[in-house]
């Protein structure tokens, strides 16, 4: 096959494509996944059908070879995102997208929330959850006595629990 003539190629396709396909299953174990090779496979050749020598071999060995390469390529790369997948949700850091999307949104209702506080309890509930400053390091840096920065820690996340319980009730009501 050295040019693209598309009767052979639908010869080649009709004679070899279950061979490729049986190739990429056996290694894939997955039909959809084999679907996917053998439609690589044949694309190669009608891009490049000058890459076939048939003075080296027949062409459905050569089709069932690149078929091997394509799923064992296929199978090395589902591993290392494997590996990759279970190393971060050993470390914790494996979401998936929705996941994602719900805790950044929840971080901007937060983030919005704090913003209507009192610039007060604003100030002590940023240092000690933004910051990580104990109460005794908030009462020190807004130079306020201790209890006083226990109560505008109280207070500010009482507060901070109405506005998102409301956030709440009203996502719930839509």
Same mark, same amino acid.
């Given at each position: 096959?050295?040019?693209?003539?598309a009767?052979?190629f639908a010869?080649?396709y009709?004679?070899?494509?279950p $061979?490729?396909?049986?190739?990429?299953?056996r290694i894939?174990g997955? /039909?959809?996944? +084999?679907?996917?090779v053998v439609?690589? /496979?044949?694309?190669?050749?009608?891009?490049r059908?000058e890459?076939?020598?048939?003075?080296?071999? +027949?062409?459905?060995?050569w089709?069932?070879?690149? $078929?091997?390469?394509? $799923?064992i390529?296929?199978v090395?790369?589902?591993q290392?995102?494997s +590996?990759?997948?279970?190393?971060?949700?050993? /470390?914790?850091?494996?979401?998936?997208?929705?996941?994602?999307?719900?805790r950044?949104?929840?971080a901007?209702c937060?983030?919005?929330a704090?913003?209507?506080?009192p +610039?007060a309890?604003?100030a002590?509930i940023?240092?000690?959850?933004?910051?990580?400053?104990?109460?005794?390091?908030?009462?020190?840096?807004?130079?306020?006595?201790?209890?006083?920065?226990?109560?505008?820690?109280?207070?500010?996340?009482?507060?901070?629990?109405q506005l998102?319980? $409301?956030?709440?009730?009203?996502g719930?009501?839509q």
């Open positions: 096959m050295n040019d693209r003539d009767g052979e010869r080649a009709g004679l070899h494509a $061979a490729v396909h049986a190739t990429a299953r894939l997955d /039909v959809p996944a +084999a679907e996917d439609q690589e /496979v044949f694309l190669e050749l009608w891009r059908p890459a076939y020598d048939p003075h080296r071999g +027949a062409l459905r060995s089709l069932c070879t690149i $078929a091997r390469n394509k $799923a390529d296929q090395r790369r589902s290392r995102q +590996a990759a997948m279970a190393i971060l949700a050993e /470390v914790g850091l494996a979401e998936d997208a929705a996941e994602a999307v719900l950044k949104e929840l901007g937060v983030r919005d704090i913003d209507t506080l +610039a309890h604003r002590a940023v240092l000690a959850y933004y910051q990580g400053f104990t109460y005794r390091q908030v009462a020190l840096t807004l130079s306020i006595p201790e209890g006083t920065a226990k109560s505008r820690l109280r207070l500010g996340l009482r507060r901070l629990n998102l319980a $409301a956030i709440d009730d009203e719930a009501a």
